[in-house]
């Protein structure tokens, strides 16, 4: 007994992927917290730049900083899918990672200020934590491969793409070149990194990932992710009840809305069984587990825009109403329409209902952007995004549940 709880070194051979009641490790659980605070500091300083009429440099130092963070956080878990064996390798390893986004997340601030005064290395803190995040994802997937040797091609591609990807970031943050040179050199080490996976899983055999895993991971990350909308409501509130006019019927509204679009997003989020799907169809994981990138990016986003609308509420913002109302609206629209291509991706279901109720809700998300303009409160407009995030649910349970159960019946999901 006593060796059994001991946390020794192991061979990494790989989990079975069809393991019975494969769920999320207290370690995993404690790597999420700290994407807590690095997606907020990305929505915080996207919502100040945004806030200053600054959005361009916003946008991109969001997207840099989210796709980096959420990268890295796939990537773990797909490992630990298929070979955490929790031994005292494997927590000092995502302890380090820990260590790693935590550094991105103190960067993050440097980064943005870099791109609005058009400074050169900037993003060395950053690239530094990146790298700190990497290198130990790097030498557990050749751990893997010493070990593994059926699956070593696979476990090998991980290895060079992602060893390789981190020399060019470390020579990057060495030499600062100026930032077009920088972004473009930096989305190409992107582009190594993610085509790594693909190479691997479907030109090297593979690894032995855990559907029911992943798709509770990924999960858990998009319920990471709505916390940002929890604390961008929380902010919004706070400056409305703080404000001269206290509480008050805006200040309820703001908070209804704001909590309504977290639970409507979650709700939509997991109308559809990925795990179902993944286990007999794995080769529809990629476009599924690449498009929570969008997909995270879009929550926290919306988090951000109504940080946004806290800042206008308290009179420290230079953009109007209407731009203001956008920045929750734009994402919410991003985040509606690239869940449905997940969902016709995974599942294969489509019908011009489907199209014409995303189509619907954009419109009804406009509308809130059309009565914004025309003169009423930003507390009603959101109240107007958040109904027409309820639109695809109410239509969900009411009859959209019949399409998805035909699509998900043996029969029709093996064919």
């Known amino acids: 007994m006593a060796t059994e709880l001991a946390h020794r070194r192991r061979s990494l051979v790989g989990r079975s992927p069809d393991e019975q009641h494969r769920t999320a490790t207290p370690l995993e659980l404690l790597y999420d917290l700290v994407f807590i605070v690095a997606f907020g500091q990305a929505a915080d300083e996207l919502a100040h730049h945004v806030a200053a009429g600054r959005p361009v440099v916003g946008l991109v130092g969001f997207s840099l900083g989210v796709v980096l963070i959420s990268w890295a956080w796939g990537s773990n878990t797909w490992f630990a899918s298929a070979y955490d064996e929790d031994d005292w390798i494997c927590r000092l390893t995502t302890m380090v990672q820990m260590v790693g986004v935590v550094i991105v997340a103190l960067g993050l601030p440097e980064m943005f200020a870099a791109l609005a005064g058009g400074e ?17 994802m790097a030498v557990q997937w050749l751990r893997a491969a010493r070990n593994d040797p059926v699956r070593r091609p696979a476990l090998m591609t ?10 060019g970031w470390t020579s990057l943050a060495a030499i600062a070149p100026p930032l077009p040179a920088a972004t473009a050199v930096g989305v190409a080490l992107l582009a190594i990194e993610t085509v790594g996976p693909v190479i691997a899983q479907r030109g090297k055999g593979g690894t032995p990932w855990n ?13 990471v992710a709505l916390g940002e909308v929890v604390l961008g409501t929380v902010a919004a509130v706070s400056a409305t009840v703080h404000g001269p006019a206290g509480w008050s019927i805006d200040a309820a509204v703001t908070a209804t809305a704001g909590i ?7 709700w939509m989020y997991f109308t559809v ?21 969008v997909i995270v990016g879009a929550i926290v986003a919306v988090g951000a825009g109504l940080h946004v609308a806290a800042l206008h509420l308290e009179h420290d ?7 203001t109302v956008l920045t929750v609206a734009v994402p919410l629209v991003i985040f509606v329409w690239m869940l449905y291509a997940q969902w ?66 043996p029969q029709a999901l093996s064919g």
Do not use: C
């Not at 069984?273 to 990138?293: C, D, I, K, M, Q």
């Open 120 to 136: 050169n290395g900037g993003y060395g803190i950053v690239v530094g934590g990146y790298v700190v995040m990497r290198v130990p």
């Open 158 to 167: 991980y290895f060079w793409t992602i060893a390789s990807a981190q020399a």
């Open 211 to 223: 559907a029911d895993h992943v798709a509770e991971r990924y999960g858990l990350l998009v319920i």
């Open 260 to 266: 309504g679009l977290a639970l409507a997003m979650w």
């Open 273 to 293: 069984p990925s795990a179902l799907v993944l286990r007999v169809h794995r080769e529809r994981v990629f476009f599924w587990s690449y498009g929570h990138h």
């Open 317 to 323: 913002s230079q953009i109007g109403t209407v731009p």
């Open 344 to 409: 016709k991706t995974l599942v294969r279901l489509s019908n011009r209902r489907h199209l014409g109720l995303i189509i619907g809700t954009a419109a009804v998300t406009a509308l809130a952007v059309v009565l914004v303009a025309a003169g009423v409160s930003i507390a009603l407009g959101l109240a107007v995004i958040a109904v027409a995030a309820v639109l695809p649910i109410a239509w969900f349970e009411l009859a959209g549940h019949r399409d998805l159960a035909a699509a998900l019946a």
